[in-house]
């Protein structure tokens, strides 16, 4: 009868009951964030007049202690104590005696377990920030460099418009800055303060929320108890932001992968993040980009996982959201070493830029050039010139040459009023240099937008 809810109770908990209510064994990660929630709460009851100096004194240090005593390995987690609360709390009244026993006052586990988790999650909402703005700079190091590399510009994976590297992996950029900015904006929607919240209906007790929301760096206080004590909308805009990321992660990812294969050859990843095959000698695998494809799923599994937890639960506190901690904890992770291994193996790949300006030579990426000439200079309206170009693209298979090395006769066979000016339309990289229309992929306005994202990171 060790409980410290045992008071009703007539006989003791069985232990397979223990081992399959408890959190312990997991939320004690919390255990930060529950001690300085702890402190803070205390810190006003204090001031509210509900506990004396001295007990606040005593709870201070008790605290102090207790999370030295975590922080040396000395502290015994028991699965008996349920979760960290209540393993924190008995292990603090354990040090100082009666003075432990009034830290509950006007607090219950709902709104305790509310504070630390959303605190925890916050936290590593800035962290996954800064690691994806690490990533940006090193990704904007490489697309710095080949802002003139030509690559074959792809939709339905053909060839389609010559395009350059460093415009390629603009597009990820925006992606992730498209990240950062939903990361920050559930960071603003989800600083509120459940402290004072209680179980579910507030405290008869006179507290000063705004006091603890304010020690703890919440920018204000929650509006309804009720809600407060079973909302995990924070958890899930987390798993939500990651699992986007990801899935960007994952896109990016997937062409590492292409592009490390002889058929494309256009990068190769750095020996240090490659791996090798037991049996095949000549193996040089890319297993980062892969597994970052493969995370990306496990992921979704936890944001499906969270979302299912939650559907239907009536209000308030009810103990499946316990189940709410273990995927956050696990993707948060997911998030950081992705962010951090791509990072570096990014900035160790070698971009074969040859390869990539020898693929455009494939494939008739010039075509929309020729109909865009036809348009201009003939005067011809696009469909028609659409047309005939697909008659120059077929003289040109039937040649078994690429439609930027077709020569004049044969264009002016299909049509007489093709001039001698349609070769410069043909040169692939005035084709790509063309594109000069906002946000398109012209060397320019490539310079421009990797402009806009390194000042972006500098604010
Ligand atoms: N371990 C619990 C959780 O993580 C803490 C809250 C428990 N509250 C309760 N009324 N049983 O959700």
């Known amino acids: 009868m060790d409980k410290m809810w045992s008071g009703r109770f007539s006989s003791s908990a069985s232990s397979l009951l223990d081992e399959f209510n408890a959190s312990i064994m997991y939320d004690r990660k919390l255990y930060q964030e529950d001690i300085e929630g702890s402190l803070a709460h205390a810190a006003m009851l204090a001031k509210q007049g509900i506990l004396t100096t001295e007990d606040l004194i005593a709870i201070t240090d008790g605290l102090n202690q207790v999370k030295s005593e975590i922080e040396s390995g000395e502290f015994e987690w028991k699965i008996s104590d349920e979760d960290l609360h209540m393993g924190i709390e008995k292990r603090l009244t354990a040090i100082i005696g009666d003075a432990g026993k009034k830290l509950h006052t006007a607090r219950s586990r709902n709104d305790q377990v509310a504070v630390d988790f959303r605190r925890w999650v916050l936290k590593r909402n800035k962290e996954i920030v800064e690691a994806l703005k690490l990533l940006m700079n090193e990704v904007l190091v490489v697309a710095d460099k080949h802002t003139e590399t030509l690559i074959p510009g792809m939709t339905h994976l053909q060839h389609a418009q010559p395009t350059n590297f460093g415009f390629h992996l603009g597009a990820y950029l925006s992606m992730f800055k498209r990240d950062i900015e939903r990361f920050e904006s559930s960071y603003e929607r989800n600083n509120v303060s459940p402290l004072g919240c209680a179980a579910l209906a507030g405290t008869p007790h006179n507290v000063d929320r705004d006091m603890t929301a304010e020690l703890l760096g919440f920018s204000s206080v929650s509006t309804n108890c009720l809600d407060t004590v079973s909302d ?157 170009t697909g008659r120059a693209v077929a003289k040109s298979e039937e040649l078994k040459i690429d439609l930027s090395d077709i020569e004049l006769k044969y264009l002016q066979e299909i049509d007489s009023r093709i001039n001698k000016d349609v070769l410069e339309f043909l040169i692939l990289r005035n084709s790509m240099n063309a594109r000069t229309s906002a946000g398109g992929t012209s060397t320019a306005r490539t310079k421009e937008q990797l402009e806009q994202f390194k000042n972006y990171l500098k604010d």
């Open 232 to 388: 995990r909308d924070f958890a899930l805009e987390i798993l939500f932001n990651i699992s986007t990321m990801m899935m960007h992660i994952s896109r990016l990812s997937e062409e590492l992968v292409m592009w490390s294969s002889y058929e494309f050859g256009f990068v190769e990843l750095s020996d240090e993040y490659s791996t090798g095959s037991s049996i095949m000698p000549q193996k040089k695998n890319p297993d980062v980009p892969e597994l970052l494809r493969g995370k990306t799923g496990r992921v979704y599994g936890s944001l499906m996982g969270l979302l299912t937890v939650m559907k239907g639960l009536p209000l308030a506190y009810n103990k499946d959201t316990q189940e709410d901690k273990e995927g956050v904890f696990d993707s948060v992770e997911t998030a950081l070493i992705s962010l951090e291994i791509l990072k570096e193996a990014i900035k160790t790949m070698e971009v074969k830029a040859h390869n990539m300006e020898s693929a455009c030579s494939v494939g008739h990426l010039a075509a929309t050039d020729l109909a865009d000439y036809l348009v201009e200079k003939c005067d011809i309206p696009f469909r028609e010139a659409h047309f005939i």
